[in-house]
């Protein structure tokens, strides 16, 4: 089926994810909202995220995509549920995906979730996991200081993040964990940083790859998998003019990107 | 929901699939068939394979599962589309869930798929990688001697593996691979000598795991977990009397097994 995959985020974290459907379903087309005028969605209340979220979700769907990712822990945590009662194509989040990998991932059935404060606060993936299978033991961990680290201008500094790793992770090592969940959209862009930090006895998930992993699973039973390379081109829009958009957005699918402004 | 999950094989293969499902989820209850009388299934037609599925699908279902797995390779290669329409309930197979753990993992687009002779000639799994990331290249490996080596009596003596290893995987080091699918449901008991055959640089992915993790995922989207502790018994039926299946049930699950024989 030709249609596109809608991809929602408050910003640029769900390019990761994009990215990630990019790679492992090339035949598939992405239509992108990042809802950079109201971003971020963590101090907001769950009404708001609500609203925001349903918004842009009704956006993609009036354009015709046959599914939607929404990309972002937060938007999740507060909007999933509502929104898969309220519309009948599939909307699948990133919690769900990363919390199935990490359950069959961990060996010893102790997992370490890092994401934002939002995130770690609302215990999303303890209780993801604990309805699935209550024998793991979930610990969280809010790395404050990522996403701002992240979006700086320019390339990564190795040396700077080895030394933010060093200060956010303090402590994680020595919980007895061998899996850790990227609960934050950001964080897949540390991944292997944080693979070094934790060394190779620790398996590092991130939940944005599970979801386009997922994205797979549910366009093959519902049968609607793009089979041949016939797909159109992938669409970026964003709710307010934003040039940090368009550059991280470039940098990280590594392609000029120019995301189309639209009031909704 | 407090159903059960269906989980049919012709034989003991898909206990590798029941174990794994027991491991994630240990919430849900399993009854398994397996179809002993008919074993095995790979030098059947692809109608006599749809007829043997179908009577034991239909057997489960009558005893009120709320979703199927179809824990045989030979069987959802000639049965999974016709059986997920004719039923209502979810029906998966353990094809597509390692095709796409394989697409997720594999990084340089290479990958081999280790299988019976009907596997291996039948391009299951080519087909369906193909359908969805036509940019991967798949080989075909058929190890016919890895059955017959791993339903022999006893525990399986470590330098015999080595062995059987180096002849049957003979040639597929050199391929270029970066990762290897384990298209049998019987293989997983191996799957520890084959990673280490291999080496560390070589993901080596069990179908049958990837299958458990998708019966979270369809449950999920479904709403049909079993959210908390207050599961059944699991039950095991056969279509004909086998010391062979209790036997090899006993050790794999690590628990005594006694089938209850039925005539469906």
Redesign the interface.
Known sequence: MNNAIGVFDSGVGGLTVAREIMR????ETIYYFGDVKNCPYGDKTKEEIIKYTDRAVKFLIDKGVKMIVLACNTATAAALDYLQDKYDI?I?GVV??GA??A??ATENNKVLVLGTKFTANSKVYDIEIE?????ILVFDKACPAFVPFIESEGNLDKEATKNILKESLNNTSNLGIDTVVLGCTHYPILKKDIEEYYG?SIKVISSG?EA???V???L??AKL?Q?K?NKKEHKFYISEASENFNNIASKWLNKEITAEVVEI
């Open positions: 492992q379903l090339p035949n599939p699948i769900q995906p199935r990998r359950i069959q309805n699935i299978n209550s024998e190779s790859r386009a992993r997922e797979s699973t549910v093959g039973y998998h089979k390379l």
